[in-house]
């Protein structure tokens, strides 16, 4: 059974940081390609950063600069440093991963809230 568990969400001020978890189980993880994505209300989902097997990272230009993509294979997770959040960053976010041919799993989300 594949299980994607996301961890790390909380409140926090504008300016502050979080990091997000994301720890995988019943995946060849190494071998994956891994995700975050958000979805603020009322908004369609959208990709905040991606890793692939090998290490290529990807970001979101609102977010470039500020978060950074990471994984431990020995762990089988994937993390998302948030650094200088503002309020726009408010959502919930969600990890993803899978193979280029598919299947392509998702996590339950986890809420993330800027805010003074």
């Known amino acids: 059974q594949v299980q994607l568990v996301e961890s790390g969400g909380g409140l926090v001020q504008p300016g502050g940081s979080l990091r997000l978890s994301c720890a995988a189980s019943?995946?060849?993880?190494?071998?994956?390609?891994m995700g975050w994505y958000r979805q603020a209300p009322g908004k369609q989902r959208e990709l905040v950063a991606g890793?692939?097997?090998?290490?290529?990272?990807n970001y979101a230009d609102s977010v470039k600069g500020r978060f950074t993509i990471s994984r431990d294979n020995a762990k089988k997770t994937v993390y998302l440093q948030m650094n200088s959040l503002k309020p726009e960053d408010t959502a919930v976010y969600f990890c993803?991963?899978?193979?280029?041919?598919?299947?392509?799993?998702w996590g339950q989300g986890t809420q993330v809230t800027v805010s003074s």
């Open positions: 993803n991963g899978g193979l280029p041919i598919g299947p392509w799993y």
């Open positions: 890793i692939t097997s090998g290490g290529s990272t």
């Open positions: 019943g995946i060849s993880f190494s071998i994956y390609t």
